[in-house]
C-alpha cells in the first residue's frame, strides 16, 4: 500500500501504471465478446476518476474540487477551439475530396438544440477521464515538471490508455487498417493534449476542460462521423482519412500543437524568469 510519504514522482507513476493497466485489462475482458464490448467500452472512460479519488486518499490529501475560478478566456477557449478543429478537419475533406456535405436529415433548431444537449449531458462521462488527466496527473506533473513537459507525459499516457480500446473497436466495427486506424489516432490524442493542457492553464478549472472533451467527442462524431463505431456523419467519407481522430484530424492538431508548445514554453520561461528558476524551464 502507498505510503504518504511517497514522494511526488512515485505517486505520479504508481498512478500512471495503475489506470493503463487497469483500463487494458478491463477492455480486453469487454472484448471478449466484441458485441459487449461495442457497447460498454466506455466504462473505461471512468478509470483515471475513480484511480485519481484513490490515490489522492492514500496520499492523505484531500480531494480536489477545483475551486479556481474559471475566466470567460478560459471557457470561450474549452468551447471554440474543438469547433474550430472540426471546421478545420471538414472544410480540408471536402476540398480534398476525401469527404462530402451528405446529411441524413435536415439542419434544423431541433437538431441543433439535441447537440447542444448532448454536449452538456456529455460533460458528466468526460469528468471520468478528465478528473484524472487534467484534475490530478497534469497538476502534479507540473509541479515536478512545468507545463511542457507534463503535457507531453500526460499525452503519452493518454494515448496508451486509448490504444487497445480503438484497435478492438476497429476491428469489431470492420474498420479498415485497425492498426494503423489506432496508431493516428493515438498521434491526434497526443497533439491535441497540449490543447487541453493550455485551456487547463488558462484558469487552473476543470469546467473548461470537461466542455472542451464534451464538445470534441460530440461535435466530431456528428459532423466527421464516429471511428469508434464505423458510423458516418454530416460528411460521408472514408472515416481514417477525413475524421478528426484520423489522418486529417493528425495533421491539423499536429501542425496546431506546434503553436500550444510555444505557448507552454514561453509561459513556462515567464514563470521563470519571475521565481528565478529559469534553468528549469524544459
Not at 6 to 13: D, F, H, Q, R, T
Not at 250 to 257: A, D
Amino acid at each position: 500500500m502507498m505510503r504518504k510519504e511517497m514522494s511526488p514522482n512515485k505517486a505520479v507513476l504508481s498512478y500512471i501504471l495503475t489506470v493503463l493497466v487497469a483500463s487494458w485489462l478491463v477492455t480486453i475482458i469487454l472484448f471478449i465478446k466484441p458485441e459487449v464490448g461495442i457497447k460498454t467500452f466506455s466504462i473505461i472512460m471512468f478509470i483515471p476518476a475513480v484511480a485519481a479519488i484513490i490515490f489522492i486518499k492514500l496520499q492523505g490529501k484531500k480531494l480536489r474540487g477545483r475551486r479556481n475560478k474559471m475566466n470567460a478566456k478560459a471557457l470561450g477557449f474549452g468551447i471554440l477551439f474543438p469547433l474550430l478543429l472540426v471546421a478545420l478537419c471538414a472544410v480540408i475533406s471536402i476540398l480534398s475530396g476525401a469527404g462530402a456535405w451528405r446529411p441524413v436529415q435536415p439542419i434544423d433548431w431541433k437538431a441543433i438544440i439535441t447537440v447542444v444537449v448532448t454536449i452538456v449531458v456529455n460533460l458528466v462521462v468526460v469528468l471520468g477521464e478528465e478528473y484524472g488527466w487534467r484534475g490530478y496527473l497534469l497538476p502534479e506533473l507540473t509541479r515536478i515538471y512545468g507545463k511542457l513537459k507534463a503535457t507531453f507525459i500526460v499525452g503519452i499516457v493518454w494515448a496508451l490508455y486509448h490504444m487497445p480500446a480503438v484497435y478492438l473497436l476497429a476491428r469489431a466495427t470492420d474498420m479498415s487498417h485497425p492498426l494503423l486506424t489506432c496508431a493516428v489516432q493515438a498521434g491526434v490524442v497526443f497533439a491535441v493534449s497540449f490543447a487541453f493542457s493550455y485551456a487547463y492553464y488558462l484558469s487552473g478549472s476543470l469546467i473548461p476542460v470537461l466542455f472542451f472533451h464534451s464538445v470534441w467527442n460530440v461535435v466530431n462524431t456528428t459532423v466527421l462521423g464516429d471511428i469508434y463505431t464505423n458510423k458516418q456523419g454530416l460528411l460521408q467519407g472514408n472515416l481514417f482519412i477525413m475524421n478528426g481522430e484520423g489522418v486529417i484530424g493528425l495533421i491539423v492538431s499536429g501542425v496546431l500543437m506546434l503553436w500550444f508548445i510555444w505557448k507552454l514554453r514561453k509561459q513556462g520561461e515567464v514563470k521563470a524568469i519571475e521565481t528565478g528558476t529559469l534553468q528549469r524551464v524544459v
